[in-house]
Structure formats: C-alpha cells, structure tokens
C-alpha cells in the first residue's frame, strides 16, 4: 500500500513539474484557457448554482430534516434525514451530496462506511447546472436541458435502486449526536459563507482545467491520446468540446475527474471504495445515454439547434444581472464572515 502510495505521489510531481515547463514554454495558451475558465464561472457555474447550494445548505442546517425522522420511526430501514440527502444531492448538484454525508459522518448521523455507499450514488449534477448550465448557457435549448435532466435522474435513482436491493444503500438510520440549532439569521450567514466556499471551490478546479484543456487541444492534432481526455478532465468544459447529446448525457453522469476532486476534497471523513465509486460513474454515465436514447426514440426532438456549435459565446459580466447578484451576494457573505474576527494585524493570519 505504501509503495503504490509512493508511486502516485511522484507520478503527481513528475506531471506538475511537466505542466509547468509547458507553462513558460507556452503562457499564451494558459492565458486563453484560463480566461476561457474563468468566463464559464461568471457566466454559467457562479449564477447557476451559488443559490442553489445556498438553499440546500440552508435546509440542511436548520435541522429541520432530523425532525421528520417520525415519519420513518417504524422503519428500520429508513431515516428522513438520509433520504432527503439524497434528494438534496439531485437538487443541490455535484459536490453537495458529498459535502451533506461528510457533515453528517461528523456529526454522527451515519457511519463512514455507509456514507461511503451512499456516496456512490449522491454524485448528481443538479436541475440548475444541466438545464440552466448545460441546457441553456452551452447547447442554446432549454428543452434539451430538461431531456438531460430526466435521464440523469432516472439513471442515479436506478443506481439508488440497485444499491437498496443489494443492501448497499447506506440509508438505515444512525443514533445522532445532538447539534444546537442555529437561528434563522446566523443560520443564514453560515448557509451562504459554506455556499460560497464550495462554489469558488468548484470555479478553481473549473479554471485549472480549463488551462489544461487548452494545452491539450493545442497539442492534440499531434499527440492522438489527447484527443479523448480533454472529455474527461472537466465536465463544464466537455461538454463544450461535443455536439453529441448521448455523449453530453454520459459525461454528466461520468462527472469527470475535476468533479471527482471537488468531491474528495469535502470527503475527508468519507469510507470511499475507489473501485466502486468509478464503476458507479460509469454505470451513471451509459444508463443516462440509454435513457437519452430511449427519449429521442419516443419523443422525436429537432436536435439541430446545437449541431453546429463550436463553443460557447459569452457576453461581458456587467450585462448578466444573475452575474452580479450572485457576486454580490458572495462579497457581502465573506464581508460578513470576516468582520466578526479578531484581527491580530498579521495579514495572512487574518485571512486565515
């Protein structure tokens, strides 16, 4: 274990130190992407999800969830507070899901192992990221949104499904560490500073790989392996990279490598089955291609109107009123945040 851990990590800096050679080789390329990244967040991610995963954060804390556990109180099966997690991690999007198990494993709501099952399946994209997002900011058409979205739901409720009737679900209620209830007002500051965090934390993967998909587009006319991983970096940026709407479906279900960081990076006290956890990304990504498939059998749909994308047109930020609401709004979270610490005049421990 330690050998192969040894290994992975100077495969890491073997290929940090090659990005970054290719960096002052070729800055002007990183500058593109990056900007590139950078427009996506303003444009689609930050508008898209910030309420979202304000909302969601927002129920979740309140502990309102913990006390419609009655609900299943003759249920040895069930608690209220896992299954709406992970209804939540539909609406909530990607990292949400992981976020709300690795919460709950603090707090001792669910054990690692369970939250480690449960994980499997509460990696979904959410309503706003493929019909707003992907639907409307990318492909141009908010139906094609919504054919998306019910294909990725049904596939992750299918995945759900499976885990139950293996009796791998993880959903079986867990004696819970009583946690004091905030009130509305510092419950709201909490919700939104965590929102924020988590939505710059998706933008910084977002911009970091939009980097390196430039490179790879670059050089991929020369190297023919690096034709297909661009598809499997970014998930934001993937998409805009195809016109192939069974595709699109198999990588929101797939979510991508720059997904899979953002989720363990909030998963720290997560049991996670590595091997599992990708052959469920797959198995999301081919079961909502089928159902895609299965839509445009039975709902016959003009899917010209992206056929002929190349990319995405951006406006500039200061003419998206979604744009500047949601920065807004992050600004004075963080100000919030901020002001309540004692400063110590040492600039990097006060922003710490």
């Not at 992907?134 to 596939?155: A, C, D, P, Q, R």
């Not at 499976?162 to 959903?171: H, Q, R």
């Not at 919700?191 to 998909?213: K, M, P």
């Not at 909502?288 to 190349?310: G, L």
């Amino acid at each position: 274990m330690k050998k192969t851990s040894a290994v992975l990590n100077v495969s890491v800096i073997i290929l940090v130190l090659a990005y970054i050679f290719i960096l002052l080789a070729r800055p002007d390329i990183c500058r593109n992407g990056t900007v590139t990244g950078i427009l996506l967040c303003g444009r689609v991610i930050i508008p898209s999800l910030f309420p979202f995963v304000m909302c969601v954060l927002f129920i979740m804390n309140s502990g309102l969830l913990g006390k419609l556990n009655f609900l299943f109180k003759s249920s040895e099966k069930f608690s209220a507070e896992n299954i709406f997690t992970v209804l939540l991690s539909f609406i909530g999007g990607y990292p949400i899901g992981a976020k709300l198990l690795n919460s709950a494993v603090e707090c001792g709501r669910i054990s690692p192992k369970k939250a480690g099952n449960m994980l499997n399946y509460c990696v979904n994209a959410g309503p706003a990221f493929i019909v707003s997002a992907v639907g409307s900011g990318i492909l141009g058409s908010k139906e094609l949104g919504f054919i998306l979205l019910i294909s990725h739901i049904f596939s992750g409720l299918i995945l759900c499904l499976i885990s139950v009737i293996t009796g791998n679900a993880g959903i079986k209620p867990t004696a819970a560490i009583k946690k004091p209830d905030l009130n509305a007002a510092d419950n709201f500051v909490k919700s939104a500073a965590e929102a924020s965090g988590t939505v710059l934390s998706i933008c910084g993967f977002v911009i970091l790989f939009s980097s390196v998909n430039a490179y790879i587009s670059y050089y991929a006319d020369s190297v023919y392996l690096l034709k297909g991983l661009g598809l499997v970096l970014e998930v934001t940026n993937a998409v805009t990279l195809t016109n192939n709407i069974y595709l699109i479906s198999f990588l929101l279900g797939f979510a991508g490598i720059s997904v899979w960081c953002q989720i363990l990076s909030v998963s720290g006290k997560i049991k996670i089955n590595y091997i599992k956890f990708v052959i469920f990304r797959l198995s999301h990504g081919l079961i909502s291609a089928v159902i895609t498939y299965i839509q445009f059998k039975i709902f016959p749909v003009n899917i010209a109107v992206f056929s002929n994308s190349k990319g995405i047109s951006f406006n500039q930020f200061h003419s998206s009123a979604a744009v500047a609401l949601s920065l807004f709004a992050m600004g004075v979270v963080f100000i919030i945040s901020i002001s309540s610490k004692k400063c110590t005049g040492k600039m990097l421990e006060d922003m710490i």
